[in-house]
């Protein structure tokens, strides 16, 4: 087996030696928006880190696992407000994703798996993953990285110290980007979560919705008029590379044993 994970370094000739009908393919996604004043806006970057991981921890047991080529631009949202920001529609991301899971498909290369670093891909990945399955009886899972984050940082740092560190520009993706990448961060740049943010008279309660009554509303509330500086819930200052290092673990382990047990089998029975 080649020490290559990602499939764009192979050669043709490579390709055809070891992208057989047995190899697993990991498909990483995520976005380009405001993370924090702090924080590359390529969220992307961690979500191909991560899958690279993970490929690496599933070819030690004993699955040959790729990486493709990651997607960076997230489905349109919210964040479209984000100065240097890029979004493609849901539209243009369904037909993306079923374009390239076509073409694993016609080579048979059927045992796939997502690996997720941004909200907004989740309907395009569901509509998609629906479609194969109706299509060719093909179960494509996906692993929203920073959602089962969330739940696992509850475990590594204790349910109060995760709810003060966790939020939009802070854990996990802060601690995750200071594992893997500190050279990139600005520490110095770090702002707090903003409180009191108003909409209309209305008490904002996050991302694209409002509090009235005791309840959550949706509403079309820009990035931008929600957290101005990226940040929403945590605080980033708690972040570190610790947490980044333990999450990861956690995270690769996850996805290898995933792998190793449905998705090579192809989630036979």
Not at 178 to 196: C, N, S, T, V, W
Request: negative net charge; proline residues 6%.
């Amino acid at each position: 087996m080649t020490d290559k994970l990602k499939m764009a370094e192979l050669t043709s000739e490579e390709a055809r030696q070891y992208l057989t009908n047995d190899a697993v393919i990991l498909l990483p996604m995520g976005s380009l928006e405001d993370q924090g004043t702090h924080a590359p806006m390529g969220d992307y970057l961690a979500a191909e880190r991560v899958a690279l991981d993970m490929a690496q921890a599933a070819r030690d047991m004993g699955v040959a696992t790729f990486v493709a080529p990651v997607i960076p631009f997230g489905g349109k949202d919210y964040f479209e407000s984000s100065l240097g920001g890029m979004s493609i529609r849901t539209t243009t991301l369904v037909a993306l994703l079923d374009d390239m899971i076509g073409q694993l498909h016609r080579h048979g290369l059927t045992k796939i798996m997502f690996v997720n670093g941004h909200g907004g891909n989740v309907p395009a990945i569901t509509e998609v993953a629906l479609r194969w399955r109706q299509k060719a009886d093909m179960i494509i899972p996906s692993i929203y990285l920073w959602q089962v984050g969330y739940e696992l940082l509850k475990e590594i740092l204790g349910p109060e110290q995760a709810a003060q560190s966790s939020g939009h520009g802070g854990d996990p993706l802060t601690s995750v980007g200071l594992h893997y990448y500190p050279e990139i961060l600005r520490p110095d740049l770090m702002q707090p979560a903003p409180k009191g943010r108003m909409f209309k008279g209305l008490d904002v309660a996050g991302f694209a919705a409002v509090k009235y009554d005791g309840a959550r509303i949706q509403i079309p509330i820009e990035a931008i008029e929600t957290a101005p500086h990226g940040v929403w819930g945590g605080d980033p200052k708690l972040s570190c590379a610790e947490t980044g290092k333990a999450l990861t673990q956690r995270l690769v382990a996850i996805g290898a044993g995933l792998i190793r047990d449905h998705v090579a089998k192809g989630f036979a029975e």
